[in-house]
């Protein structure tokens, strides 16, 4: 279990992350989504002490700059592009093994878990993006940690490679580890979190399940097509009903399509056709964070 107490920090200018809190539970992959500049990175640099701020992280217990053997425990993805252009695969893991003590033989084993053996002795600034993403997550892996931090980790895969990292953080999280991985795109994250942890402005916004959340964020509406619109957007009104016309249908601001139907029935008009649209998680998260924007904007 990963828990986050308090942490703040702001820089010169105003912006930065205000009294955030949140746990991060072992076998799932948890989602840290926020808009650009929500603070999502600030927030991982002051959970690994990595940057100055207030309040606490602690894995298993224990903050990150007292965990024994930190490569063993924790794997941190920041930036991924960080190697040196010149530098293969292989040599650069081997580099960071020796520096945390960590067997020469877990370089073979990451390098096959994120299949980059071929390529393992190219130099990594001749790798595409996907590649360095891969070799970023090697490293974060090579401790065989319990606790996994990354930031960004599907940033400029195509969608195959965004499946594939779905597919390895799945597996990871079924190991029962716990694995906090930030995104600002709300259709990367539908596929890879199971819980999601929201901010907005450097404030949290939600944290609990991704079901969850789009159950209380998302919304249902009705739309309706009828013979006469002008005539029961009239009478779904008069019953109460919040109403829009869009081209041809009605869009009415509910989920019960009986109550829909029976008003239409009293008021004479043949429904053509009529049914639930639900709003997915890229409305829920505008919603959701659309109170924090505004906050910041009219900061000074
Ligand atoms: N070193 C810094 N000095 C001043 N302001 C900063 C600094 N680093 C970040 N910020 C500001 O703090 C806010 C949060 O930035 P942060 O990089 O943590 O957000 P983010 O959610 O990771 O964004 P992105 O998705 O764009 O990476 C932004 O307004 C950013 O401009």
């Known amino acids: 279990m990963i828990v986050a107490d308090g942490l703040a920090k702001t820089y010169r200018g105003g912006a930065g992350v205000e ?6 539970r072992p076998g799932v992959v948890t989602g840290f989504l926020g808009p650009n500049g929500a603070g999502k990175s600030t927030t991982i640099r002051l959970m690994l002490g990595l940057t100055r701020g207030r309040g606490r992280t602690t ?16 794997g941190v993805l920041t930036d991924a ?38 390529v393992a002795r190219k130099p990594a600034g001749r790798f595409s993006l996907g590649m ?38 799945r597996r990871l999280a079924g190991e029962g580890r716990t694995i906090l991985a930030s995104s600002h795109l709300l259709a990367e994250m ?4 199971d819980d999601l942890i929201v901010i907005g402005a450097g404030r949290l916004v939600s944290a609990g399940p991704l079901e969850e959340f789009v159950r209380q964020h998302a919304h249902a509406d009705v739309v309706v097509r009828a013979d006469r619109p002008s005539a029961l957007l009239v009478a779904l009104a008069r019953d109460g009903l919040r ?13 019960d399509t009986e109550r829909v139907a029976a008003v239409a029935g009293r008021a004479d008009v043949v429904v053509r056709e009529l049914f639930v649209r639900r709003s997915g998680l890229e409305d829920a998260f505008l919603a959701a964070t659309a109170a924090a924007v505004r906050h910041r904007a009219e900061l000074p």
């Open 19 to 24: 009294d955030l809190s949140f746990t991060v």
């Open 59 to 74: 894995f298993g217990g224990r903050e990150y700059a007292g965990v024994p053997g930190p490569l063993r425990t924790v």
């Open 81 to 118: 592009a960080a190697v040196h252009p010149a530098r293969p695969a292989a040599a650069h893991l081997r580099m960071v093994a020796a520096g945390g003590g960590l067997p020469a033989k877990r370089v073979r084993e990451v390098l096959a878990t994120v299949g980059l053996e071929s």
């Open 132 to 169: 360095k993403q891969r070799l970023g997550l090697a490293t974060a892996l090579l401790g065989d940690p319990e606790y996994l931090i990354l930031d960004e980790p599907a940033t400029g895969l195509d969608p195959e490679g965004v499946r594939w990292i779905r597919d390895l953080l």
């Open 190 to 193: 539908a596929l890879l979190a």
């Open 243 to 255: 109403v829009r016309q869009e081209a041809a249908e009605l869009v009415v601001e509910t989920a």
